[in-house]
């Protein structure tokens, strides 16, 4: 099977049902970003950082394309059986976070991104989320978007800043707090 099909070169690409959409179309930037912000996950999970931390963005990547898919899929016409988002998946997010915000300092100050390398990475990926969120939101004001996929991404980029103060914090790299210039 060759991966190219040339049913795209004119602009336009399938959902998960048939409908075939411009390749612009806001359900088409929803899940493409969210396949970006996958990758970044992936770049995050490839450094050294704990198993752990690993196991938890591997995890969060299948998630991710459990939300490209519902993303990719026609709410009116996909008969297909679309992997479901679950509460408990969000519940994780919020338990990881709670669990290294035990250990982290008080946050006192904005931060500036940065620190380390590893921790640029979760700030990349925090924006990206946020951008994801922010089309899934415009996406869901004139066609079906489930409710958990916009809490699940909203909660993933906390989840990404916390994530990239923890490995900051165990990788001993200075926190770059936001002093405002006041004149």
């Known amino acids: 099977m060759k991966i190219y099909t040339k049913t795209g070169d004119k602009g336009l690409t399938s959902l998960i049902g ?3 959409v411009a390749k612009h179309h806001i359900r ?3 899940y493409g970003t969210v396949d970006e912000l996958n990758s970044y996950i992936g770049l995050i999970g490839c450094q050294e950082i704990d198993s752990h931390h690993q196991a938890i963005l591997k995890e969060i990547q299948d998630r991710l394309f459990t939300v490209g898919a519902s993303l990719a899929a026609d709410p009116e016409k996909s008969k297909m059986k679309i992997p479901d988002l679950l509460d ?3 519940a ?7 669990q290294m915000n035990e250990v ?3 946050l006192k100050h904005f931060i ?4 380390n ?5 979760c ?3 925090r924006c990206v989320c946020r951008r994801a969120e922010r089309l899934t939101v415009a996406l869901s004001e004139g066609s079906f978007v489930d409710s958990k996929v916009t809490v699940y991404l909203n909660r993933l980029s906390d989840y990404l800043f916390i994530l990239g103060r923890k490995l900051g914090y165990d990788a001993k790299a200075v926190e770059n707090i936001w002093l405002p210039r006041v004149k």
Not at 92 to 98: G, P, R, S
């Open 28 to 30: 088409i930037e929803s």
């Open 117 to 121: 390398t590893t921790v640029s990475y």
């Open 104 to 106: 982290l300092p008080e």
């Open 18 to 20: 048939g409908t075939r």
């Open 92 to 98: 994780l997010l919020e338990t990881e976070i709670d």
């Open 88 to 90: 408990e998946d969000i």
């Open 112 to 115: 500036l991104p940065g620190g």
């Open 123 to 125: 700030h990349i990926a």
